[in-house]
């Protein structure tokens, strides 16, 4: 991306304001706030190209063998412009080799592929492993186990089906006067005798 003179000259000012803050005049702001969004339209505007470029070259790669002059140039074009060949480019340029300019451009894209592999996997590896290795977990101390807790009849369960098993009457405490039984308190009433007949009362 290429800088006018007028560009040159307000990012040369926002440079020495951004090394040295000093106040800005109210045109230095605009100026500097228009060259901010040339910057961003510029960046979109490559992005858009770098789309249609990678867009081209897969329509032409697809149309190999007929079409790989203007494959070839497409493939310079995005090479130039940072692309990471695919190993679908890397099977294209196999199938021309016997073409010079395709075997050149075969050397070429298998050190860059080699190049951005290697990148990816120190990447990975850098991710995952750390500088300094990370010290081995140390075995967990046993902890005894814990007393299990008694377990609780569900309702409904076996234990509903069992009899119940007479409680014990517990022992009165020393001193304590004991509770009296019902018997105790309400003697039974006994039945009157039948008087006799009257045969025995006349003998008598």
């Known amino acids: 991306m290429a800088f006018s003179a007028d560009e040159l000259r307000v990012l040369r000012r ?3 304001t951004a090394l040295h803050p000093a106040p800005l005049q109210d045109e230095d ?9 040339s910057v961003d339209e510029a960046v979109r505007e490559a992005g858009r190209l770098r789309a249609f470029l990678l867009a081209d070259l897969a329509r032409y790669r697809a149309a190999l063998p007929g079409s790989f002059p203007g494959y070839l140039e497409l493939l310079q074009q995005a090479l130039a412009a940072g692309y990471d060949p695919e190993a679908d480019d890397l099977a294209a ?7 010079p300019r395709a075997a050149r451009l075969l050397e070429r894209c298998q050190m860059l592929a080699e190049r951005s592999v290697r990148a990816r996997l120190a990447r990975v590896l850098q991710a995952t492993v750390p500088g300094s290795p990370a010290p081995a977990p140390s075995s967990p101390t046993p902890t005894p186990p814990r007393p299990r807790a008694r377990l609780l009849a569900l309702p409904g369960g076996r234990a509903a089906d069992e009899p119940k098993k ?16 019902p018997s105790e308190v309400f003697p039974p009433r ?3 005798v ?9 003998a008598g």
């Open 190 to 192: 006994r039945r009157p």
């Open 29 to 37: 702001v605009q100026d500097c706030l228009r060259l901010a969004e």
């Open 166 to 181: 007479p409680s014990a009457p517990k022992p009165p405490a020393p001193g304590e006067r004991p509770v009296p039984k």
């Open 194 to 202: 039948p008087p006799p007949p009257p045969e025995e009362r006349v």
């Open 14 to 16: 926002a440079l020495a």
């Open 93 to 99: 340029l196999r199938a021309l080799r016997a073409n």
